[in-house]
């Protein structure tokens, strides 16, 4: 296994941890959203540019949905 792949498992595995935590804190929702970036640089980094655009729509979702919960308003 390569460090570009080794890169998108940790990118999808952190992803899928936090996502499964961010009820319990704001802070694994901004956590959500940092995986979210690192899975966008790995879809551009591996050259599936579609992936890594939706990956950085889900990394500015996930920043404001944190932000939201942050400020106590929900998300």
Do not use: N
């Not at 319990?24 to 790995?42: D, P, Q, T």
């Not at 591996?46 to 950085?56: D, I, K, N, R, S």
Request: with cysteine.
């Amino acid at each position: 296994m390569d460090a570009l792949t080794l890169f998108g498992l940790f990118a999808v595995t952190a992803r899928l941890v936090t996502y499964a935590l961010e009820d319990r804190s704001h802070w694994f929702v901004l956590m959500f959203a940092a995986s979210c970036a690192l899975g966008s640089a790995y879809g551009f980094l591996q050259g599936a540019w579609p992936f890594g655009l939706v990956e950085a729509i889900w990394f500015v979702v996930a920043l404001r949905r944190w932000h939201l919960k942050a400020m106590g308003r929900g998300a």
